[in-house]
């Protein structure tokens, strides 16, 4: 299958301050990504879709102004994480999909917030 | 918005036995429905997935089923092995294969040997 990587693939950050993680597609271009928070031995929970080029669509309850999205190019999207806080400690995962292809994930970044 | 169902929470079975995992959605525009494997510590990986065009779809051990009438679908593995145990998330889609994907809440399956 496509390869999607994310970057890094964890992350250990001070109360207060922001952090940018990176999902890539290394092998197609990705004409929508998605992010996903998945927290421990639950299921992965929707934060926002985004399409190249474009803002990124939020879900019901997910905060833009904290969690910037961009999706500057056809093989990468950014989350930033700003201002986090222990509460925003999880497993963040990207998805990627393209023109006829299913949906394939990153591999995910987990981060702590102390 | 769709909201999908996945059940059981935990499943455990004998090296050999068969294991169904079902969902329910609740937007019957809904129209891809992948199966995702996830072993702890690594993403979640596709399986199998099937269109609503269809009623079924086998992949060696592993088959999936779709009652779009009853909008609900079955993950069904057989003649299961140590490796398979994991957890599984089942997801519904609108659109194409590339849609968001809205999850079930995952089902942890234990094969004992």
């Known amino acids: 299958g496509a390869v999607v990587s994310q970057h890094p693939s964890w992350v250990i950050c001070k109360s207060g301050t922001s952090v940018k993680i990176e999902c890539r597609s290394l092998?197609?271009?990705?004409?929508?990504m998605f992010w996903y928070r998945q927290f421990p031995k639950q299921s992965l929970m929707l934060m926002a879709t985004?399409?190249?080029?474009?803002?990124?669509?939020?879900e019901q309850g997910v905060e833009k102004d904290k969690f910037l999205i961009n999706h500057a190019s056809l093989t990468l999207s950014t989350l930033t994480v700003t201002s986090a806080h222990p509460e925003d400690s999880s497993l963040y995962i990207c998805?990627?999909?393209?023109?006829?292809?299913?949906?394939?994930f990153g591999q995910g970044t987990r981060l702590t917030v102390v | 918005g769709e909201n999908v169902e996945q059940h059981p929470s935990t499943l455990s079975v004998q090296e050999g036995d068969s294991a169904v995992i079902k969902c329910t959605y609740s937007?019957?525009?809904?129209?891809?429905f992948p199966w995702y494997k996830q072993e702890l510590g690594k993403r979640p990986q596709l399986i199998i997935d099937?269109?609503?065009?269809?009623g079924e779809k086998k992949d060696q051990r592993i088959a999936v089923t779709l009652n779009k009438t009853a909008k609900h679908f079955s993950l069904h593995i057989t003649e299961t092995q140590p490796e398979d145990s994991a957890v599984y998330f089942c997801?519904?889609?609108?659109?194409?294969?590339?849609?968001?994907?809205?999850f079930g809440q995952g089902t942890e399956l234990s094969v004992k040997p």
């Open positions: 099937i269109r609503s065009n269809v």
């Open positions: 997801a519904a889609s609108k659109g194409n294969q590339g849609g968001k994907l809205i």
């Open positions: 985004s399409n190249e080029g474009s803002k990124a669509t939020y």
């Open positions: 092998d197609f271009q990705a004409t929508t």
């Open positions: 937007d019957s525009a809904s129209n891809y």
């Open positions: 998805s990627a999909s393209g023109r006829g292809l299913p949906t394939f």
